[in-house]
Protein backbone atom coordinates (compact mmCIF):
# COMPACT_ATOMS: atom_id res chain seq x y z
CA UNK A 1 0.00 0.00 0.00
CA UNK A 2 1.43 3.63 -0.85
CA UNK A 3 2.36 5.43 2.40
CA UNK A 4 0.22 9.16 1.56
CA UNK A 5 2.31 10.52 4.78
CA UNK A 6 4.72 12.25 2.52
CA UNK A 7 2.08 14.45 0.81
CA UNK A 8 2.10 16.24 4.97
CA UNK A 9 6.07 16.07 4.67
CA UNK A 10 6.49 17.57 1.09
CA UNK A 11 3.38 20.10 1.51
CA UNK A 12 4.57 21.91 5.00
CA UNK A 13 6.79 24.68 3.45
CA UNK A 14 4.72 25.37 0.39
CA UNK A 15 3.55 28.53 1.84
CA UNK A 16 6.82 29.88 2.34
CA UNK A 17 8.91 28.69 -0.71
CA UNK A 18 7.94 30.45 -3.83
CA UNK A 19 8.40 34.56 -4.64
CA UNK A 20 8.02 36.78 -7.45
CA UNK A 21 10.31 38.52 -9.29
CA UNK A 22 8.45 41.36 -8.59
CA UNK A 23 5.72 42.73 -5.66
CA UNK A 24 2.73 45.02 -5.53
CA UNK A 25 0.77 46.44 -2.74
CA UNK A 26 -2.27 44.96 -1.12
CA UNK A 27 -4.44 47.12 -3.04
CA UNK A 28 -3.12 46.64 -5.88
CA UNK A 29 -3.00 42.49 -4.89
CA UNK A 30 -6.80 42.55 -4.20
CA UNK A 31 -7.59 44.72 -8.06
CA UNK A 32 -5.54 41.39 -9.10
CA UNK A 33 -7.07 38.58 -7.01
CA UNK A 34 -10.44 40.05 -6.56
CA UNK A 35 -12.67 39.11 -3.52
CA UNK A 36 -11.02 36.76 -1.10
CA UNK A 37 -14.04 34.78 0.23
CA UNK A 38 -12.20 32.86 2.25
CA UNK A 39 -9.96 35.81 3.97
CA UNK A 40 -10.93 34.78 7.54
CA UNK A 41 -10.08 30.96 7.10
CA UNK A 42 -7.16 31.80 5.48
CA UNK A 43 -5.31 33.93 8.52
CA UNK A 44 -6.17 31.26 10.37
CA UNK A 45 -4.87 28.54 8.38
CA UNK A 46 -1.63 31.05 8.72
CA UNK A 47 -1.31 31.66 12.01
CA UNK A 48 -1.45 27.26 12.22
CA UNK A 49 1.13 26.84 9.64
CA UNK A 50 3.03 29.45 11.69
CA UNK A 51 2.95 28.04 14.72
CA UNK A 52 4.03 24.16 12.90
CA UNK A 53 7.26 26.26 11.69
CA UNK A 54 7.62 27.76 15.11
CA UNK A 55 7.89 24.73 16.61
CA UNK A 56 8.72 21.87 14.60
CA UNK A 57 10.20 23.26 11.19
CA UNK A 58 12.51 26.09 11.85
CA UNK A 59 14.32 24.08 15.05
CA UNK A 60 14.61 21.06 12.70
CA UNK A 61 15.94 22.38 9.49
CA UNK A 62 18.31 24.36 11.79
CA UNK A 63 19.45 20.78 13.29
CA UNK A 64 19.18 19.54 9.58
CA UNK A 65 21.71 22.67 8.60
CA UNK A 66 24.49 21.74 11.46
CA UNK A 67 24.54 18.19 11.02
CA UNK A 68 24.85 18.26 7.02
CA UNK A 69 27.47 20.18 4.76
CA UNK A 70 26.05 22.15 1.27
CA UNK A 71 27.53 19.91 -0.62
CA UNK A 72 25.26 17.35 0.96
CA UNK A 73 22.36 19.58 0.97
CA UNK A 74 22.73 20.11 -2.70
CA UNK A 75 23.21 16.00 -3.44
CA UNK A 76 19.65 15.98 -1.77
CA UNK A 77 18.22 18.72 -3.44
CA UNK A 78 19.16 17.39 -7.00
CA UNK A 79 17.74 14.12 -5.85
CA UNK A 80 14.68 14.85 -5.03
CA UNK A 81 14.38 16.67 -8.17
CA UNK A 82 15.26 13.99 -10.59
CA UNK A 83 12.42 12.34 -8.34
CA UNK A 84 10.06 14.69 -10.02
CA UNK A 85 10.95 14.54 -13.35
CA UNK A 86 7.80 11.64 -13.96
CA UNK A 87 5.41 14.21 -12.88
CA UNK A 88 7.08 17.47 -15.04
CA UNK A 89 7.29 14.81 -17.98
CA UNK A 90 3.57 13.73 -17.44
CA UNK A 91 2.64 17.95 -17.61
CA UNK A 92 4.63 18.12 -20.34
CA UNK A 93 3.34 15.75 -22.22
CA UNK A 94 -0.34 16.78 -21.32
CA UNK A 95 0.75 20.37 -22.36
CA UNK A 96 2.04 19.43 -25.77
CA UNK A 97 5.15 20.70 -25.05
CA UNK A 98 6.59 17.83 -26.61
CA UNK A 99 10.48 19.07 -26.58
CA UNK A 100 10.21 19.76 -23.28
CA UNK A 101 8.81 16.16 -22.79
CA UNK A 102 11.66 15.05 -24.17
CA UNK A 103 14.46 17.51 -22.37
CA UNK A 104 12.48 16.14 -19.11
CA UNK A 105 12.87 12.05 -20.44
CA UNK A 106 16.32 12.77 -20.90
CA UNK A 107 17.17 14.73 -17.96
CA UNK A 108 15.92 11.78 -15.98
CA UNK A 109 17.44 8.89 -17.94
CA UNK A 110 21.22 10.44 -17.46
CA UNK A 111 20.46 11.85 -14.00
CA UNK A 112 19.15 8.48 -13.15
CA UNK A 113 22.26 6.56 -14.69
CA UNK A 114 25.50 8.69 -14.89
CA UNK A 115 24.28 11.04 -12.11
CA UNK A 116 24.25 8.63 -9.08
CA UNK A 117 20.28 8.44 -8.98
CA UNK A 118 20.09 12.21 -9.34
CA UNK A 119 22.70 13.19 -6.97
CA UNK A 120 24.50 14.56 -9.24
CA UNK A 121 22.97 16.59 -12.58
CA UNK A 122 24.83 15.13 -15.17
CA UNK A 123 22.06 16.27 -17.57
CA UNK A 124 22.52 20.09 -17.21
CA UNK A 125 26.48 20.10 -18.23
CA UNK A 126 25.15 17.55 -21.01
CA UNK A 127 22.77 20.46 -22.37
CA UNK A 128 19.55 19.44 -20.78
CA UNK A 129 18.69 22.24 -18.35
CA UNK A 130 15.96 22.11 -15.53
CA UNK A 131 12.79 23.42 -16.15
CA UNK A 132 9.27 22.89 -13.91
CA UNK A 133 6.16 22.37 -14.70
CA UNK A 134 3.24 21.34 -12.84
CA UNK A 135 -0.71 20.39 -13.12
CA UNK A 136 -1.74 24.09 -12.28
CA UNK A 137 -0.32 24.55 -14.88
CA UNK A 138 -1.57 22.23 -17.05
CA UNK A 139 -5.05 23.49 -16.36
CA UNK A 140 -4.17 26.88 -16.96
CA UNK A 141 -3.30 25.76 -20.41
CA UNK A 142 -6.83 24.04 -20.61
CA UNK A 143 -8.36 27.18 -19.74
CA UNK A 144 -9.38 26.62 -15.94
CA UNK A 145 -9.02 30.35 -13.76
CA UNK A 146 -7.31 31.07 -10.95
CA UNK A 147 -10.25 31.23 -8.66
CA UNK A 148 -9.89 32.70 -5.22
CA UNK A 149 -7.08 31.98 -2.93
CA UNK A 150 -7.06 29.39 -0.19
CA UNK A 151 -4.87 28.28 1.96
CA UNK A 152 -4.87 24.70 3.97
CA UNK A 153 -3.03 23.60 6.85
CA UNK A 154 0.56 22.56 6.37
CA UNK A 155 -0.04 23.41 2.89
CA UNK A 156 -0.20 27.08 2.05
CA UNK A 157 -2.11 29.66 0.32
CA UNK A 158 -2.37 29.13 -3.63
CA UNK A 159 -5.15 29.70 -6.29
CA UNK A 160 -8.10 27.55 -5.95
CA UNK A 161 -6.49 26.02 -9.67
CA UNK A 162 -3.62 25.53 -8.59
CA UNK A 163 -3.98 24.14 -5.03
CA UNK A 164 -6.04 21.69 -7.39
CA UNK A 165 -3.19 21.03 -9.11
CA UNK A 166 -0.42 20.59 -6.41
CA UNK A 167 -2.97 18.17 -5.06
CA UNK A 168 -2.82 15.94 -8.20
CA UNK A 169 0.84 16.07 -8.55
CA UNK A 170 1.43 15.14 -4.78
CA UNK A 171 -1.41 12.20 -5.45
CA UNK A 172 0.61 11.24 -8.41
CA UNK A 173 3.98 10.34 -6.46
CA UNK A 174 2.03 7.82 -5.05
CA UNK A 175 2.42 6.02 -8.47
CA UNK A 176 5.79 7.38 -9.25
CA UNK A 177 7.70 4.63 -10.98
CA UNK A 178 10.39 4.42 -7.90
CA UNK A 179 7.18 3.49 -5.73
CA UNK A 180 7.18 0.30 -7.74
CA UNK A 181 10.36 -0.92 -5.97
CA UNK A 182 10.25 0.28 -2.41
CA UNK A 183 6.33 0.90 -2.44
CA UNK A 184 7.03 4.73 -1.62
CA UNK A 185 9.85 4.74 1.13
CA UNK A 186 12.50 6.51 -1.06
CA UNK A 187 10.08 9.63 -1.93
CA UNK A 188 8.71 9.76 1.91
CA UNK A 189 12.38 9.97 3.12
CA UNK A 190 13.47 12.18 0.18
CA UNK A 191 10.30 14.57 1.06
CA UNK A 192 10.77 14.61 4.89
CA UNK A 193 14.56 16.00 4.26
CA UNK A 194 13.75 18.44 1.06
CA UNK A 195 11.71 20.34 3.59
CA UNK A 196 14.31 20.75 5.94
CA UNK A 197 16.51 22.23 3.17
CA UNK A 198 13.53 24.43 1.36
CA UNK A 199 13.17 25.81 4.95
CA UNK A 200 16.74 26.76 5.06
CA UNK A 201 16.75 29.00 1.55
CA UNK A 202 13.79 30.24 3.14
CA UNK A 203 14.69 32.10 6.17
CA UNK A 204 15.25 35.74 4.99
CA UNK A 205 12.06 35.91 3.34
CA UNK A 206 9.84 34.04 6.38
CA UNK A 207 11.08 36.68 8.92
CA UNK A 208 10.08 39.48 6.01
CA UNK A 209 6.51 37.92 6.13
CA UNK A 210 6.26 37.95 10.14
CA UNK A 211 7.64 41.22 10.43
CA UNK A 212 4.94 42.49 8.10
CA UNK A 213 1.78 45.03 8.89
CA UNK A 214 -0.55 42.34 7.62
CA UNK A 215 1.68 39.41 7.22
CA UNK A 216 -1.00 37.62 5.54
CA UNK A 217 -1.71 40.52 2.54
CA UNK A 218 2.33 40.24 2.24
CA UNK A 219 2.35 36.02 1.78
CA UNK A 220 -0.83 35.98 -0.51
CA UNK A 221 0.52 38.36 -2.43
CA UNK A 222 3.99 37.03 -2.86
CA UNK A 223 2.72 33.44 -3.47
CA UNK A 224 0.02 34.38 -5.55
CA UNK A 225 2.19 36.09 -7.88
CA UNK A 226 4.73 33.78 -8.06
CA UNK A 227 2.51 31.06 -9.09
CA UNK A 228 0.77 33.18 -11.58
CA UNK A 229 4.22 34.66 -13.19
CA UNK A 230 5.57 30.98 -13.73
CA UNK A 231 3.29 30.16 -15.70
CA UNK A 232 4.52 32.95 -18.58
CA UNK A 233 8.08 33.67 -17.36
CA UNK A 234 10.63 30.83 -17.43
CA UNK A 235 13.56 30.12 -14.78
CA UNK A 236 13.87 30.55 -10.79
CA UNK A 237 12.90 33.92 -8.55
CA UNK A 238 15.92 35.71 -7.42
CA UNK A 239 15.11 35.87 -4.21
CA UNK A 240 18.29 37.70 -2.79
CA UNK A 241 17.19 40.49 -4.80
CA UNK A 242 13.60 40.76 -3.87
CA UNK A 243 12.43 44.22 -3.25
CA UNK A 244 11.26 45.38 -0.68
CA UNK A 245 7.09 45.39 -0.29
CA UNK A 246 5.06 48.56 1.06
CA UNK A 247 1.55 47.89 2.39
CA UNK A 248 -1.07 50.21 2.31
Same mark, same amino acid.
Do not use: C
Given at each position: ?? #????IF???A?S?FL??P????G?????KD? @?H?????F???VM??? !????? @?F?R?L?????????P &?I?K +?V????S %??Q??I??A #????Q +??I???? %??? @??F?? =???? +??L /? *??D???D?????H??D????L? *??????????A??F !???F??R??? /?F @???K???S???V???? #?????????N? &????D?L????II???R??P?PYV???????Q #???AR?T?? +???? *?D =???? *???N
Amino acid at each position: MK #NPSHIFASLALSLFLAFPGHVQGSDQADKDY @GHDPLERFNRGVMEFN !FFIDD @GFLRPLSMFYRDLTTP &KIRK +GVKNFWS %NLQEPIIFA #NDVLQ +GEIEDAG %NTL @GRFAI =NSTI +GVL /G *VMDQANDLGLPPHGNDFGKTLY *VYGIGDGPPIALPF !FGIFSLRDAV /GF @GVDKAAESYHPVTYID #NGATILTASNI &KIFDDRLAAFAIIRRIRSAPDPYVLARTLQLQ #NQRARLTEP +GEID *VD =NLPD *VELN
